[in-house]
């Protein structure tokens, strides 16, 4: 039996699950979170692809492909997306570009720097006198006094300053052909309003007005204790202010635990620049933790928002 679920109001989750009457649980789901993306000139309404998810003792059996080809009716039904997009593991790639017509656009890099190479190592290769050994080493990759001139302040971005948002999307939306719409009612929904999840989200603020964004959080990836950046922007002036802001950010993140930061980004984005200056470098592909594939499916016309 396959049911559904929406929340929210304008932030609606497409949200299908399998579900077995006779046991009481489930053992599929496919969620659909949705995003607004501005296009040249247009707002058009996008869905992104998350939690494929199917029982290991319920695999083969086709679930994958009907709950994921049930959410795509739903919202082609409904006439409100335009496109959906992902970016799958290995275990639901090969279902979304040859079962339900996904098209593959191609990979983003991983750009890694480490924090804290002792730490590092202890944590990867779980070698106690190596760690030792490459202590000093810490002094060339861990942050510690961030210094910023005085005229740049750094605002936490929290539910009571959410216009931040909106300030800097304005200042912003042009910069790029297409871009995530980043209002206040989007990043409330998916970095502020989330209880299982702590996010480190912070402006650059210059004469009153916020210059560059970046967002963040601390977690588990294949053992360690990683610092990723889920969002980095800044206004085509301000790269220096920028720059401090995301060591500000990295050493936030570092305080929490991080031996690692990671971030993936296009190579051609101003912000790239910043990662490459700043120590970062792109992830040889056979270390990746998984590949990050862009896979897209138009749904019909754009909606224009």
């Known amino acids: 039996e396959m049911t559904s679920s929406?929340?929210?109001?304008?932030?609606?989750?497409?949200?299908?699950?399998?579900?077995?009457?006779?046991?009481?649980?489930?053992?599929?789901?496919?969620?659909?979170?949705?995003?607004?993306?501005?296009?040249e000139s247009q707002t058009v309404r996008a869905f992104m692809s998350v939690n494929t998810i199917t029982k290991e003792d319920h695999r083969g059996q086709g679930i994958f492909t009907i709950l994921g080809n049930d959410a795509l009716k739903q919202v082609q039904a409904q006439g409100d997306c335009a496109i959906v997009y992902g970016m799958p593991n290995q275990n639901s790639y090969h279902g979304f570009t040859t079962k339900m017509d996904f098209t593959d656009l191609g990979a983003f890099p991983l750009y890694l720097r480490p924090l804290k190479v002792s730490g590092l190592i202890k944590e990867y290769l779980h070698q106690n006198w190596l760690t030792h050994l490459m202590k000093p080493a810490d002094l060339f990759t861990t942050y510690r006094n961030v210094k910023k001139p005085a005229e740049l302040q750094f605002t936490k971005l929290t539910k009571e300053n959410m216009f931040l948002a909106d300030m800097f999307w304005e200042a912003i939306k042009d910069k790029y052909p297409i871009m995530i719409k980043r209002t206040s009612e989007y990043l409330r929904y998916r970095f502020i309003d989330i209880p299982r999840r702590k996010y480190e989200a912070w402006y650059?603020?210059?004469?009153?007005?916020?210059?560059?964004?970046?967002?963040g959080r601390v977690m588990e990836v294949a053992g360690m204790q990683c610092g990723m950046v889920a969002d980095f922007l800044f206004l085509k002036p301000y790269a220096r202010e920028a720059k401090c802001l995301l060591k500000y950010l990295l050493?936030?993140?570092?305080?929490?635990?991080?031996?690692?930061?990671?971030?993936?980004?296009?190579?051609f984005a101003d912000e790239a620049k910043i990662l490459r200056n700043m120590g970062f470098f792109v992830c040889p592909k056979e270390l990746e933790p998984q590949p990050f594939a862009v896979i897209v499916r138009l749904c019909g016309q754009a909606t224009t928002v």
């Open 6 to 39: 929406l929340v929210g109001s304008e932030m609606c989750i497409r949200d299908r699950i399998a579900w077995d009457n006779d046991k009481k649980q489930a053992y599929g789901q496919e969620t659909l979170i949705p995003k607004q993306l501005k296009i």
């Open 204 to 215: 650059a603020m210059k004469d009153g007005k916020p210059v560059a964004f970046v967002i």
């Open 251 to 267: 050493r936030m993140l570092q305080d929490q635990g991080a031996v690692l930061a990671g971030c993936l980004m296009q190579p």
